[in-house]
């Protein structure tokens, strides 16, 4: 995304005061604790899950779960536990959860995400394939959970449309992240079938997300028009191209409504054509194009332990 690009980021934090009483001999006192919520989910569980009796280390240490098992999560404390029900009712760390199946492939035939992985494994990262929950959203706590670490965090919205996010930043983000687009779609006179994806809660993310196709069978051209949440206008980002089973990477740092306008293209691939795809393609890797002195002035706001840029940012 163009540097003059602007972005808006709204968070909401709402709280509830939960009171415990204790009886003492002549005095009943109140203290405030964490605040709880309900919930009715299936999330997985990370390598070496600890499963506690009650929602503190200090208690009884039930069990241990190996990874990308699911279990029921009824519900949340505000200070970092879930509630879960494995036949009993237990207590897990929140970062010890994922709303991810590992790297969890919905079919083995998938030759799409098997070719992020792929391509991830390349470029030194963990590709995490998120399973969404009902009403679409990443939850806060599951996002920050692998904030600092090299993996890429993958969501498929439909069968047009995924996002993946490159955690290459540590800021957290304050709320969850909703993923629950109106998709409208139309084509022109000349062929031209443009998707329009509305959110109507957008989100700032000082990282990095790559919008895939999915539509395979031949060739075409992408044209990735994410909205400028300032005058609400779609802003031309780039063109990429995809393959068969490749795919159109576009990096952007929000999550927000957004238009693509695909074109056929009868005949295969120009030579430059697969040039170009294949520079996208390297995802977060540097463009051949990019000067030194561009690569001098982004390198400030990386982290130190890896050499990935959003060349775009």
């Known amino acids: 995304m163009k540097n003059g690009f602007k972005r808006k980021m709204a968070a909401v934090l709402s709280a509830a005061a939960v009171l415990f009483t204790a009886a003492g001999t002549d005095t009943v006192s109140y203290a405030q604790g964490p605040t709880y919520t309900a919930m009715q989910d299936v999330y997985y569980t990370k390598d070496n899950c600890i499963v506690y009796a009650e929602p503190t280390y200090t208690s009884t240490v039930l069990t241990t779960i190996g990874a990308n098992i699911p279990v029921q999560v009824i519900g949340a404390y505000s200070n970092g536990w879930y509630r879960i029900n494995i036949g009993v009712i237990c207590y897990v760390k929140m970062d010890s959860v994922t709303s991810a199946g590992a790297i969890g492939l919905p079919t083995n035939t998938d030759s799409q995400i098997l070719d992020a992985q792929k391509t991830a494994a390349e470029l030194g990262y963990e590709f995490v394939y998120l399973k969404l929950n009902k009403q679409k959203a990443i939850q806060k706590d599951i996002f920050n959970s692998y904030i600092g670490e090299k993996v890429i965090l993958y969501a498929k919205i439909d069968d047009e449309l995924g996002v993946s996010f490159k955690m290459l930043y540590n800021d957290k983000v304050n709320k969850d992240i909703s993923l629950n687009y109106t998709k409208t779609a139309s084509v022109n006179q000349l062929g031209e079938r443009s998707v329009e994806f509305v959110l109507e809660d957008p989100t700032e993310l000082k990282g990095q997300i790559a919008i895939f196709q999915f539509k395979e069978g031949y060739d075409k051209s992408v ?79 990386l982290r130190r332990d890896t050499e990935y840029v959003d060349y775009n940012y």
Do not use: C, W
């Open 223 to 301: 044209t990735i028009l994410p909205v400028d949440l300032d005058t609400n206008d779609y802003v031309e980002m780039n063109t990429y191209y995809t393959e068969f089973s490749e795919f159109a990477y576009a990096p952007v740092t929000q999550v927000a409504s957004m238009q693509i306008v695909e074109v056929e293209i009868t005949n295969s691939l120009s030579d430059n054509q697969r040039a170009i795809m294949a520079d996208h393609r390297q995802g977060i890797k540097y463009q051949s194009d990019d000067t030194s002195e561009y690569r001098s002035s982004i390198h400030s706001r």
